[in-house]
């Protein structure tokens, strides 16, 4: 059901024995999503909202309709900026989107169908898993207009190397879904017909997983990301040692090896 609707952000929930999914749709098809001042504010105040939900498990990030996940920031917004100073200012709520669905802390899965440049690849790489459907385009066509790729662009070498990554933003070009999943942009691919039960798998997965270790695990990867090897590794220890400040791991294990037992019983 739909628990909120900021304009063009609407925020979509769904209540499960597991607890909560929410979906956030960028909802304007009849300008392909394209990201307005408007529209990066409100996925801003979603996004902050959902973090502070305790029984949150999930969310996917998409775009209403097929023909976009989103074209990109609004060009007519960005050929009206009349000097640095606006350009800064507007492309900072860019990288705030990105910066929104990183601190939500557990799992962030981009759903993507059509169309998904510029800002809006920022804004999927900025989520932890990239799910494509087969009619996916991505790119980053900025130099094609006048300006360099930048905020969560930075991402990109970390998912593609730096060589694909130059080639990307050097070029301006497209490529599609196979070669985005060849390359590492995307986890997966799928039909388009049949994305949602894709999607719906993989949230499938997570949910079977502890809540607290998923939380756990989201926080430490981004740590490794900006960590020396030595310094990821003790994080790494430490985060192991707080999983026992809950019953988690104690109940999830005997969970295991009750039915580890029960199998070998009947074998």
Not at 66 to 76: C, K, N, P, T, W
Not at 127 to 147: K, N, Q, S, W
Not at 246 to 256: I, K, L, N, Q, S
Request: aromatic content about 4%; some cysteine.
């Amino acid at each position: 059901m739909t628990i909120a609707s900021d304009g063009r952000i609407d925020v979509r929930l769904d209540e499960r024995p597991q607890g909560r999914i929410a979906t956030l749709v960028l909802d304007h098809p009849v300008k392909l999503n394209a990201l307005s001042a408007a529209m990066l504010s409100e996925f801003v105040h979603a996004a902050e909202r959902l973090a502070g939900d305790e029984g949150l498990r999930c969310v996917i990030v998409t775009g209403a309709g097929e023909r976009a996940f989103a074209g990109g920031v609004d060009i007519r917004a960005m050929a009206a900026l009349d000097g640095p100073d606006a350009a800064r200012a507007f492309i900072t709520k860019v990288h705030a989107i990105c910066a929104a669905v990183r601190a939500i802390p557990v799992p962030v899965i981009a759903k993507v169908r059509g169309y998904c440049f510029g800002g809006a690849l920022e804004l999927a790489a900025a989520c932890d898993l990239r799910i494509a459907a087969d009619d996916a385009r991505f790119g980053m066509p900025e130099v094609r207009l006048g300006i360099p790729s930048v905020v969560e662009a930075a991402i990109l070498p970390m998912l593609i190397g730096w060589g694909r990554t130059r080639r990307l933003l050097f070029t301006g070009e497209t490529i599609g879904a196979a070669t985005a999943l060849a390359w590492g942009l995307v986890e997966s691919v799928a039909p388009a017909e049949a994305l949602a039960e894709v999607v719906e798998a993989c949230v499938a997965d997570i949910l079977a997983c502890g809540a607290n270790a998923i939380r756990q695990q989201k926080a430490l990867i981004q740590a490794w990301e900006r960590l020396p090897l030595a310094e990821a590794v003790a994080a790494g220890v430490e985060t192991f040692a707080d999983a026992y400040r809950t019953d988690e791991p104690r109940a999830m294990m005997a969970e295991f090896l009750a039915a580890q037992a029960a199998r070998k019983g009947r074998a």
